[in-house]
């Protein structure tokens, strides 16, 4: 039965506190959630930790959530997980290092015929390898759409050191990506 629910059904019955609808919630979103956690995080056990951690919220939380359409669930659950990757990572204390605005980047952007060639382990290997602070600015304005203005707001730094990390976020990636290629004889 809690298989076939709609995300509205399945929030109604979790905001009653029904076990088995909040174990659907789980198996519905669980994987994807850690899969966001990690990204951001770089470790999978921190990841798994995060992931339980925004859960417990969601389920917390969860009479809070306003339905807007489809999807509109994953949306909240999500934005409540980067918020609280975006939490961990600050209390990592980063040290922020000013920079100028005029990185010179010598190394040609790839194709993306030449990135969709590469395999998607690789890829994600990668981006892992980056700095906390670089993977965080990467997934924030690559991946999940936000604007430097944004990412600074959240992240107490200025616009321009966000876009100087993206910077040097795509330069060390397209590094590993030249690097890959030459590797492959090409």
């Not at 609280?84 to 190394?107: E, F, M």
């Not at 952007?109 to 395999?119: A, Q, R, T």
Request: hydrophobic fraction near 40%.
């Amino acid at each position: 039965m809690y298989k076939e629910l709609s995300e509205q059904e399945l929030v109604r019955f979790c905001c009653q506190r029904d076990k088995l609808a909040q174990d659907e919630l789980y198996i519905r979103y669980a994987a994807r959630v850690y899969t966001l956690c990690r990204r951001y995080l770089g470790d999978d056990e921190e990841a798994k930790d995060l992931m339980q951690e925004t859960l417990i919220q969601v389920m917390d939380r969860i009479s809070s959530f306003e339905y807007k359409s489809t999807g509109s669930l994953y949306a909240w659950i999500s934005r409540i997980a980067v918020n609280r990757a975006l939490n961990l990572i600050k209390r990592q204390r980063w040290r922020w290092v000013t920079l100028s605005g005029n990185i010179r980047d010598t190394i040609a952007d790839p194709d993306e015929s030449e990135i969709e060639k590469i395999p998607e382990e690789k890829l994600l290997e990668w981006i892992t390898e980056l700095t906390n602070v670089r993977r965080a600015v990467f997934n924030m304005f690559c991946i999940d759409g936000y604007s430097h203005k944004e990412i600074a707001a959240m992240l107490g730094i200025s616009e321009k050191g966000s876009a100087s990390i993206l910077a040097k976020a795509k330069k060390q990636l397209k590094e590993r990506i030249k690097q890959y290629w030459r590797a492959q004889g090409k």
